[in-house]
């Protein structure tokens, strides 16, 4: 059991993993942008061109994963990480619409608009959205969920990792819903719970879902035990 967690406003919250000692094959290259201050992006480039992307939060703990793709059998796949904040407060706020609309507009814009333009522009990547993804764990798993819903035409998948419960599937959900693959641990109720709300509404609504139970808590090593598995699933080969 990994036991590397942070509590949070919304639950136990991971915290970036030590450095690794061993390098990836793929290259990390960071940015910092102007938005809030400076806000770092962090981007794993495969070493084949990608054949297809996968935007993040959490990207100081996200883009690093690019290893795990390297030892799957899944297409050259890109990672973009845009950061999180060190106050917890602030990131759930940014992450999940429903505490502080004005701040997750803003950090939805630096998301959807700068980074996908930075990254075209950097690294001449502009994927369809039937290979483009967007992916979160526990108040990233929100951001997820609602960054995917709000723009199925960039997003074709949406892969969400043991969500939080600040945002919960709409009344009505839209007509156009990105394929959704969501996991949580059989150790964490509380956030099995908001992953089997969410599959149980988009099911309801007609989306393609998967999800996943596993044995293990919040912040375990099955989140990324499960990733090639999302990117598998997604874009297959």
């Given at each position: 059991?990994?036991?590397?967690?942070?509590?949070?406003?919304?639950?136990?919250?991971?915290?970036?993993?030590?450095?690794?000692?061993?390098?990836?094959?793929?290259?990390?290259?960071?940015?910092?942008?102007?938005?809030?201050?400076?806000?770092?992006v962090t981007v794993y480039v495969p070493l084949d061109p990608p054949e297809a992307v996968v935007f993040a939060g959490d990207g100081q703990l996200i883009s690093p994963w690019?290893?795990?793709?390297?030892?799957?059998?899944?297409?050259?796949?890109?990672?973009?990480?845009?950061?999180?904040?060190?106050?917890?407060?602030?990131?759930?706020?940014?992450?999940?619409?429903?505490?502080?609309?004005?701040?997750?507009?803003?950090?939805?814009?630096?998301?959807?608009?700068?980074?996908?333009?930075?990254?075209?522009?950097?690294?001449?990547?502009?994927?369809?959205?039937?290979?483009?993804?967007?992916?979160?764990?526990?108040?990233?798993?929100?951001?997820?969920?609602?960054?995917?819903?709000?723009?199925?035409?960039?997003?074709?998948?949406?892969?969400?990792?043991?969500?939080?419960?600040?945002?919960?599937?709409?009344?009505?959900?839209?007509?156009?819903?990105?394929?959704?693959?969501?996991?949580?641990?059989?150790?964490?109720?509380?956030?099995?719970?908001?992953?089997?709300?969410?599959?149980?509404?988009?099911?309801?609504?007609?989306?393609?879902?998967?999800?996943?139970?596993?044995?293990?808590?919040?912040?375990?090593?099955?989140?990324?035990?499960?990733?090639?598995?999302?990117?598998?699933?997604?874009?297959?080969?």
């Open positions: 059991m990994d036991d590397r967690t942070a509590v949070g406003a919304n639950g136990p919250e991971p915290a970036p993993e030590p450095a690794r000692a061993d390098p990836i094959a793929g290259e990390l290259v960071t940015e910092t942008f102007e938005y809030d201050g400076g806000r770092e690019g290893e795990l793709l390297e030892a799957a059998d899944v297409p050259s796949t890109m990672i973009v990480g845009a950061h999180r904040l060190a106050d917890e407060t602030l990131r759930l706020h940014e992450y999940s619409p429903v505490f502080d609309a004005g701040r997750f507009a803003a950090h939805e814009r630096f998301f959807l608009e700068d980074v996908r333009r930075w990254v075209r522009s950097r690294f001449g990547v502009a994927l369809p959205a039937e290979r483009t993804a967007v992916f979160g764990v526990s108040a990233g798993g929100e951001l997820a969920l609602a960054i995917g819903l709000r723009h199925p035409d960039v997003y074709g998948a949406v892969f969400s990792a043991s969500p939080g419960a600040g945002y919960r599937p709409p009344e009505v959900m839209p007509s156009s819903i990105p394929r959704v693959y969501l996991v949580a641990g059989t150790l964490e109720p509380f956030f099995l719970e908001n992953a089997t709300r969410w599959a149980t509404a988009l099911r309801g609504a007609g989306a393609d879902v998967v999800i996943t139970e596993r044995v293990g808590s919040h912040g375990d090593a099955f989140w990324k035990e499960e990733f090639p598995l999302m990117v598998a699933w997604a874009f297959g080969r």
